[in-house]
């Protein structure tokens, strides 16, 4: 044997296997087996057999007008038959999560039906208290004779389901879709036809406090993976008949519900319909999260910066919604995705406007001020230390020098070295698991920063810049924008190294232009600030809630006024309000 030889068996391990070793490796050829074959040939006559029934029924139906051709499907007369589809479509009896009861409806003469749902996703104690026991008693009491066929299915769902919500389908893929997501399915005998009762009941947690929007002034509710409840806790707080959620599905396996909502009359028509349009438009088989349904629906999925907004307060969400907005709750996610977002939405908490407007616009000021230090300060110290250092005053240039002189490394690999430690610090601390988390990363950092120092690693100076800068990442309110704003910084690290001062103007310059750049949902990024004519008091700072008479200019809402010019008309200060306007 050659060296190549024994290179490849060191590299390839199949070449070393014996035949009954388990592998993967025939994976996307023929199934090796008969029972998967068997399987795939019964699927396949299954979706053709039901293909085949409803061309027929709709050609029959053709002339016969719209609700008969409604009501063609292909589903069959024959009760057992119909049993045997959905056993067969769900891997029946290998699937232990299909229920399927046969019963008896209790009628002169009886009528079988049978009951299909999924285990641990629909209610068993409404299933047996309003489906399973009218059906077998009530029917008796009320010396009920219905005749067989579409008669029976109409006083069944008239006279003894008393479940809130029952749908007809006539088609075995609405059924099964009304199974998996937690309805229970009952099948007549005689009838092509099936009634689904809403029975969901999903494993569900219950409503908590905000785990990254804290605020100390205001709600402290927040979403949980129920997109429904998410959809509950928004229209507590807007009780408006125009309020519209619309329900849409994504994801040919998961089959993920999206709530679309917004109000009528305020949100934009030509916003509500791209919204629309792109979400139906993914063709996938998964999706599972609003961080998974973001990218599909982004106008710059690659940008570092987030071109919607995640939010998990259900105060925020209405209140973007009151201008106009579109929010989408994505089952299982506990975060809604706000369509479209401005940069300085970034910057903003829902804080700014519970607290006095003063300390609302100090608190937004600090945010700037956090995202230039984040973004530039280890870039400056680079560029004054290395290129610059007659700009820096004699005393405080003698000090860093002699802080910097036991050094052994330049100030770019320090500081690089310090901040690749600090993200791992951060990432640790996250990840730890518990309330031990943010201790652990608490004392890494002290440790290994005294650490550091005492070895003569880096100048306590440095130590003072990565601190300052970690420290200022830390109070930009929203996480995937802070994750942008750190990968920039590195970016203008990078080309102050090389350029110093010229390169950080011309960095912070190609940062500008790529901001503007960007649009959300045909609204430019930087908007009211960049791209926009009307007023950005909004931004610039906090105005008072009963000075902000009208809706974003931007966002063209059908309504722009959100309440009456004079709003404190008690005031004798006021101005006298306007009888003419409107609120």
Known sequence: MNVWDGLKRLLDPSTTMSKDTFSLEDQGHPPASAEQAAQMVADARIHTSALLTRLDRLAQAAGQGGEAIRQAGDLSANLDENVNHFKELFRHPRNKDLIVREITIATEP???????????????????????????????ELRLSPQPGPAAVDLVEQRLLTGNQVSRHHDVSSLAEAMLAGDTVILLDGAAVGLAVETKDPPTRSVSDPKVEQVIWGPNDAFTEAWRVNVALVRRRLKDPRLVTEILTVGTVSRTYVGMMYIDTIAPPLLVAEVKRRIEAIKVDVVNGSGTLQPYIDDHPRSLLPTTLMTERPDRAAAYLSEGHVVLFVDTSPHAIICPT????????????????????????????????????????????????????????????????????????????????????????????????????????????????????????????????????????????????????????????????????????????????????????????????????????????????????YMHSLNRRRQREVVRTWDPHSPQPDPHQGG
């Open 110 to 140: 009886p009528i079988r039906a049978a009951l299909l749902f999924m285990e641990g996703i629909s209610d068993k104690q409404i299933i047996n208290g309003y489906i399973l026991e009218p059906l077998m008693l009530l029917g008796h």
């Open 342 to 553: 401005t940069f300085w939405a970034l910057l903003q908490t829902a804080e700014d406007y519970y607290l006095r407007w003063p300390f609302g616009t100090i608190l937004r000021y600090i945010r700037v001020g956090a995202l230039i230090i984040s973004l530039v300060l280890p870039s400056f110290y680079i560029a004054m230390v290395n290129y610059h250092p007659e700009m820096i005053p004699t005393e405080l240039m003698l000090f860093l020098a002699q802080s910097r002189e036991p050094v052994p490394m330049p100030a770019v690999v320090e500081l690089v070295g310090m901040e690749v430690v600090f993200e791992l610090i951060r990432e640790a601390g996250a990840r730890i698991p518990g309330v031990i988390g943010p201790t652990v990363g608490l004392v890494a950092s002290l440790v290994l920063g005294q650490a550091a120092v005492e070895a003569r690693i880096v100048s306590p100076i440095m130590i003072l810049v990565v601190a300052v800068t970690g420290l200022a990442s830390f109070a930009l309110p929203n996480y995937l924008a802070g994750w942008g704003i750190r990968t920039f910084r590195f970016l203008l690290l990078m080309a102050t190294t090389v350029l110093g001062f010229l390169g950080l103007a011309a960095g912070i310059h190609m940062l500008v232009l790529y901001a503007a750049s960007l649009r959300s949902f045909g609204i430019a990024y930087l908007t009211p600030v960049v791209a926009y004519a009307g007023k950005a008091s909004d931004v610039v700072y906090t105005p008072p809630l009963y000075k902000q008479e009208e809706r974003p200019g």
